[in-house]
C-alpha cells in the first residue's frame, strides 16, 4: 500500500507576519500624530504667542528707591551755627520685594567677614527666626502633617513655638552676631535703605565692602550724619533732637509720617523746634530707579533726582544774650540757696522777647537736678506754670477799665477789707489800715496795692463792698476776670512755634471770695512765656503779638563758611488789640514806670544806677510747694516775679522773669528776681553797646558763619565720638 504524505500549509506563520506590519503602522501613526500635536503647539507658540512670552521673558519692573539726605541746620538770630552735621561712612542695605530671607541671610554671613559689628540685644524672637532661618529642614520636620497643610502664618507660628531654648543656647557668637547684622538689614521696608553700620565704620571696611558690591546684592557704601551742637546744652532742650536710623519714625507719629511719604526707618524730628520745623529741615529725599527683572533682581540702578538738602533755620534767640542770662540765672539761684528756707528752690526762668515783632531773644531756665548739678530746662519756660502774683495787676486794672467796672481817674482808698466770717484781706503796707491811701490807677501799680485790685474785681462782679458783709459776687465773675487776662495771653495758648505748649492751672470757680486772689495774682498760675507776652502787650501799647522762635528760613549753603540765601522770613502776627484807649494804656505804662522811679516804687532802688529807663512790676505770690520733694508737697512757699522793658519810650526788649519756690512762709525775701531782672537788662544793653562799636555788616547773600571756628571744633568733637 503506498502511503502520500502531504506537508501541511503553516497559516499561523502568516497570521503573525501580517498582525506585525498592522501593529507597526498604528505605532507609527500614533508617533505621527504626536508629531504633528507637537509641531502645531510649537508654531502655534511661536507664531501666535511668540511676542507674548518675549515680552512676558523680557519683564521687568522699575522701582523708585530714596535715600535721606543732610537735614537743614539752625543758627542764632546773628547767624552762630547752633546744630549743625557731622558726616558719617555708613554700610546700608536695599532689598527688593522679591528677595528672600535666605538670600539675605547670604548677604548678611557675607558682610560677617568684611565689616566689624559687635552683636546686640536681641529679642528671643530675633534669636528664633534666626534659628528657623539656618535650620529650615529640621524646623520643617518637627511639624505634623497636618501642620505643615496650615496657612503658612499659622505654620510658621508654630515653627517659632517649637524652637527650644536649648536650639538658642547653642548658637554661637558668630551665630549672634550674623543675627545682628541680619536684623539691621531687613529692619525696613522692601526697597528702602537700612543702616547696616554708621558708627565707627572705618576706611579698610568701606574699602572691602566697595571691592565685594558686585556679591553683595543689595549694599551700598554711603555717607549718613549726625547732629552737633556748638554750645553743648545752652537751649539743647528747646532745639529738640532727631530719631536715628535705628529708631525710625517715633511710634505715636509713623501714621502721619507714613501718610506723608515717609518710610518707618526715616530719621525725623522728634522734638520741638526739630519736629516743628520737620518739613522744612528734612529736604527733599535723594530717589535713584532700580529696573527689575521679573525675579525681582536688581538689572540696573539709575540716578532719578539728586535730591536737595533741607533749608537752614535762622533763630530769633540771641545765643550770647541767651548763654548770659543761663549763668546769670546759676548764680542767682546759688545766692537764693543761701537764704534761709531755700531748700525747695530749685529753679528759675528768663523769658526775653521783642515787644513789637514777638522775636524771643531768649527763653531760658535754669533747673537743679537730682545730682545737684544745674541743667537746661528752657522747656519749662511753656509748660510749667505757677502763681505770678502781682506782677500781673496790670491786667487787673486793664480788664476793669475794658470792663467799664473803673476808669483810668477812679480812686479807691486803699483798706483791709472784710466779710463776714473771714480775715482781713489786705496790702503788703496796711495791714491794720494805719496807712489807708486814696489811690488812683498809676499810685496802686506804684506800691503794688492788692486793696485797690480787690476793690477793682468786686466792681467787675458788680458786687458793692460793705465792710463785715457778704461779698455779693456771682462765680461768673471768673469768667468775666479770664475773658481780659486772655487778651494780654494770660491763661491761653501764647501761639509760640513749639509744641508742647500748656496754658497753666485754673483754680476751682467754687468761693466768689477767690475773686480778691484772682484779682492779685494768687490764684490762676501762668507761664513764664505768657507772662512774657503780657509785658510785651503792655509795652508794645496794647497789642497782643505772636511770639516765635524762627526769624528766617534760609536756602541751603553753597559754601562752608556763609549762610544761604533767604528763602523767607517771619512776619509779625497781631493776636488781638486791647480794647482800651491809648490814654488808659499809657496809665498802665505809667504805673508800671512808676514802680522803678516813684518815690513809694517796689523796684525804685533796683534800676536807679543804670543809664536805660525801665519800666517794670514786681511780684511775689504765697502758693503751695508742687515740686519733685514729695516730702514738701503743698508746703507754704513764696514766688517771686517780675516784668519790665526798656527803653521806656520806645521798647526794644520786654522780659518775664520767675523764681517759684524762692523761700518758704515764714522766712525772708532774698528778691533774685531783682537782682536777676536788673542783670538781664545790664547784658542786653552792653551787648548793644558792643555790637554798635564792632558795626558788623550783614549780608542776604554773602553773610559769614560768625561763629565757624567753634562750630568746626564742635564738630570735630563729635566725629571723634
Known amino acids: 500500500m503506498k502511503l502520500n504524505f502531504r506537508k501541511k500549509k503553516d497559516n499561523s506563520k502568516k497570521k503573525k507576519r501580517a498582525v506585525i506590519p498592522l501593529r507597526l503602522n498604528i505605532l507609527f501613526f500614533v508617533i505621527f500624530i504626536l508629531f504633528s500635536v507637537l509641531i502645531l503647539r510649537l508654531g502655534i507658540v511661536q507664531i501666535v504667542q511668540g511676542d507674548t512670552y518675549k515680552r512676558q521673558l523680557e519683564e521687568t519692573e522699575n522701582v523708585t528707591v530714596s535715600k535721606n539726605v543732610p537735614r537743614g541746620v539752625i543758627y542764632d538770630r546773628n547767624y552762630n551755627l547752633l546744630v549743625g552735621n557731622t558726616a558719617v561712612k555708613s554700610i546700608t542695605y536695599t532689598r527688593s520685594q522679591k528677595t528672600k530671607p535666605t538670600e539675605t541671610l547670604q548677604v548678611a554671613q557675607k558682610l560677617d567677614k568684611m565689616i566689624k559689628v559687635e552683636p546686640e540685644k536681641l529679642t528671643e524672637r530675633d534669636l528664633k527666626d534666626y534659628w528657623i532661618l539656618t535650620h529650615e529642614e529640621e524646623s520643617l520636620n518637627r511639624l505634623t502633617t497636618k501642620e505643615q497643610a496650615l496657612d503658612a502664618s499659622k505654620s510658621y507660628k508654630i515653627q517659632v513655638d517649637k524652637v527650644t531654648k536649648d536650639d538658642i543656647a547653642n548658637l554661637s557668637a558668630d551665630d549672634k552676631r550674623i543675627a545682628t547684622i541680619y536684623k539691621k538689614m531687613t529692619s525696613g521696608y522692601a526697597m528702602t535703605e537700612a543702616v547696616v553700620k554708621s558708627k565707627d565704620v572705618t576706611d579698610e571696611e568701606i574699602a572691602r565692602v566697595s571691592e565685594n558690591l558686585e556679591s553683595l546684592p543689595g549694599v551700598d557704601t554711603t555717607t549718613d550724619w549726625n547732629r552737633f551742637y556748638t554750645y553743648d546744652e545752652t537751649l539743647r532742650s528747646i532745639l529738640g533732637s532727631v530719631s536715628s536710623a535705628k529708631e525710625g519714625l517715633p511710634k505715636e507719629k509713623a501714621e502721619y509720617y507714613l501718610s506723608q511719604g515717609y518710610s518707618r526707618n526715616d530719621r525725623v524730628g522728634k522734638s520741638y523746634l526739630e519736629a516743628e520745623y520737620q518739613n522744612v529741615l528734612a529736604g527733599q529725599k535723594s530717589q535713584s530707579e532700580s529696573v527689575l527683572d521679573n525675579q525681582g533682581n536688581i538689572i540696573e540702578t539709575v540716578q532719578k533726582n539728586e535730591g536737595s538738602k533741607g533749608k537752614d533755620l535762622v533763630l530769633s534767640v540771641d545765643v550770647e544774650f541767651q548763654k548770659a542770662i543761663e549763668e546769670i540765672l546759676r548764680n542767682n539761684i546759688k545766692k537764693g540757696k543761701s537764704a534761709g528756707g531755700s531748700d525747695l528752690l530749685d529753679r528759675a526762668f528768663v523769658v526775653a522777647m521783642d515787644p513789637y515783632s514777638g522775636e524771643v531773644l531768649s527763653l531760658a531756665g535754669q533747673k537743679i537736678n537730682d545730682k545737684g548739678e544745674f541743667e537746661d530746662y528752657s522747656l519749662g519756660t511753656f509748660t510749667t506754670a505757677y502763681n505770678m502774683g502781682s506782677a500781673v495787676k496790670g491786667a487787673t486794672v486793664l480788664g476793669g477799665i475794658m470792663s467799664d467796672a473803673i476808669t483810668k481817674d477812679t480812686v479807691f482808698v486803699d483798706q483791709p477789707i472784710v466779710f463776714k466770717g473771714t480775715k482781713p484781706k489786705s496790702s503788703w503796707f496796711n495791714r491794720n489800715g494805719e496807712r489807708s491811701l486814696a489811690l488812683n490807677p498809676v499810685g496802686a501799680l506804684e506800691i503794688s496795692s492788692n486793696s485797690y485790685m480787690y476793690q477793682v474785681s468786686m466792681k467787675m462782679g458788680g458786687a458793692k463792698y460793705v465792710r463785715n458783709g457778704p461779698l455779693r459776687a456771682p462765680l461768673t465773675t471768673f469768667d468775666k476776670m479770664r ?182 512762709d515764714g522766712y525772708s525775701d532774698s528778691k533774685i528776681n531783682m537782682s536777676i531782672s536788673k542783670e538781664v537788662f545790664d547784658k542786653y544793653f552792653e551787648l548793644k553797646k558792643k555790637r554798635a562799636e564792632a558795626k558788623k555788616e550783614t549780608s542776604n547773600v554773602n553773610q559769614p558763619i560768625n561763629n565757624l571756628q567753634a562750630a568746626r571744633q564742635a564738630q570735630s568733637k563729635q566725629t571723634e565720638k
Open 483 to 664: 475773658y481780659y487776662y486772655n487778651q494780654f495771653g494770660l491763661g491761653i495758648r501764647t501761639g509760640i512755634d513749639l509744641p508742647g505748649e500748656q496754658v497753666g492751672y485754673k483754680g476751682p470757680d467754687d468761693t466768689a471770695g477767690k475773686i480778691l486772689d484772682f484779682a492779685i495774682g494768687q490764684y490762676d498760675s501762668y507761664t513764664p512765656l505768657q507772662l512774657a507776652q503780657y509785658s510785651a502787650t503792655i509795652a508794645n501799647g496794647g497789642s497782643r503779638v505772636q511770639p516765635s522762635m524762627v526769624k528766617e528760613i534760609r536756602n541751603p549753603s553753597t559754601s562752608g563758611d556763609t549762610v544761604g540765601t533767604v528763602a523767607s522770613s517771619n512776619e509779625p502776627k497781631v493776636l488781638n488789640r486791647l480794647g482800651v484807649t491809648e490814654a488808659d494804656i499809657k496809665t498802665v505804662q505809667n504805673g508800671f514806670y512808676q514802680v522803678t522811679h516813684g518815690s513809694n516804687g517796689t523796684a525804685r532802688t533796683v534800676f536807679n544806677s543804670s543809664d536805660y529807663d525801665v519800666a517794670g512790676k514786681t511780684g511775689t505770690a504765697q502758693g503751695f510747694y508742687d515740686g519733685p520733694k514729695t516730702g514738701s508737697k503743698m508746703a507754704d512757699v513764696w514766688n517771686t516775679t517780675f516784668v519790665g522793658y526798656a527803653p521806656v519810650k520806645k521798647p526794644e526788649i520786654a522780659i518775664a522773669v520767675v523764681v517759684p519756690w524762692e523761700y518758704r
